[in-house]
């Protein structure tokens, strides 16, 4: 109760000094019976704020239950374990991944997100994909990776992502699973204030976890400073995402640039909790297939990694492989 009114007061206000973002939950039942004010609320939440969630997928909470417990058992493991697992070289991704990824602070420097430990995988399951011997990670990610996949690809193709639109078919695509645990801060984090910097995915479209947040192996819930923070009318808001049956869906720069524009990337951040907390949850992202060549007439077509103009062509290979360039840390 009295945490319901908290919620209630920082949806009213803001909290602690953050901005609180009023995230739009539709029902997984009024979803597939495509009830209008749901479908139009998917939509006015994807188009304007970037986010939405769906409430009540069939499954998921017992499959996010047990994917977070694989998770924590994975993390636990000795890091000379976990690193038979990373990359073994080139640009092969999949697998452990341990502070890779940079990211450029609103003063210009690039900083190492040295705190987000990561988990890749292909879903639906592949040859390619590398999985731990220890423990059984494989089918819990594997679970909960076609859960998040079915339900992002049937929001995709309701608001036009996939289909005639925009000619793009991923039912031959792999998505990539990311398990994402963040390792606590014992510092007062002074150089980078963030798990994870502000950035855009530069997939299509992607789905995510709520989080979940452990101080010495006890749950907690999550600290009103911390987690996902969405960037809506110029400024940086806090999700509430404290509701283990909510699943939630973002808009990548690929979907932005092949829409020429009409939804927009989500841009986003997620702020690090004080004290000893760590971090759980995954991310869904879908890809193009690596071959579609789209002519956008977005303004990302001015990022150098589109390689030209307003018009001109550029495959999704091309995108990622740039995307990858300028975010990982060799
Ligand atoms: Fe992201």
């Not at 609320?41 to 069939?58: C, Q």
């Not at 076609?146 to 695509?173: C, F």
Request: with cysteine.
């Amino acid at each position: 109760m009295k945490r319901l009114v908290l919620t209630a007061l920082c949806v009213a206000f803001s909290c602690y000094g953050q901005s609180i973002l009023d995230l739009d939950v539709i029902s997984y039942e009024s979803f597939t019976a495509e009830d209008p004010d749901a479908m139009a609320t998917l939509r006015s939440a994807l188009f304007e704020k970037g986010i939405v969630g769906v409430r009540g997928v069939p499954t998921y909470k017992e499959k996010i239950y047990r994917f977070i417990d694989a998770a924590r058992e994975f993390s636990a493991l000795p890091e000379e374990i976990k690193e038979q697992y990373a990359p073994a070289s080139g640009d092969m991704f999949l697998g452990y991944e341990k502070g890779k990824e940079k990211f450029k602070r609103p003063d210009g420097k690039w900083v190492v997100d040295d705190l987000k430990v990561s988990y890749y995988g292909y879903v639906p399951d592949h040859p390619a994909n590398k999985w731990p011997r220890e423990i059984d990670l494989q089918t819990p990610f594997e679970e909960i990776g076609q859960l998040m996949s079915d339900m992002g690809k049937a929001i995709m193709e309701k608001i036009e992502l996939l289909g005639p639109t925009t000619g793009i078919s991923i039912d031959e695509t792999p998505r990539v699973g990311r398990m994402l645990y963040y390792r606590k801060s014992f510092d007062s984090a002074v150089e980078n204030p963030y798990w994870c910097g502000a950035h855009f995915d530069h997939s299509m479209f992607t789905t995510l976890l709520p989080a979940f947040y452990f101080v010495n192996g006890e749950q907690i819930p999550e600290p009103m400073e911390a987690g996902l923070f969405v960037k809506v009318d110029g400024e940086f808001k806090k999700v509430i995402a404290d509701d283990p049956d909510v699943m939630m869906f973002q808009v990548g720069e690929f979907g932005q640039l092949v829409t020429n524009d009409k939804i927009k990337a989500t841009e986003h951040r997620v702020h690090k909790a004080s004290g000893v907390i760590e971090r759980y949850t995954m991310a869904l992202f879908f890809d193009a297939p690596m071959e579609t060549l789209i002519h956008s007439t977005s303004e990302l077509t001015a990022d150098a990694r589109y390689g030209g103009a307003s018009g001109s062509p550029c495959t999704f290979e091309r995108w990622r492989e740039e995307s990858f360039k300028r975010y990982i840390v060799k």
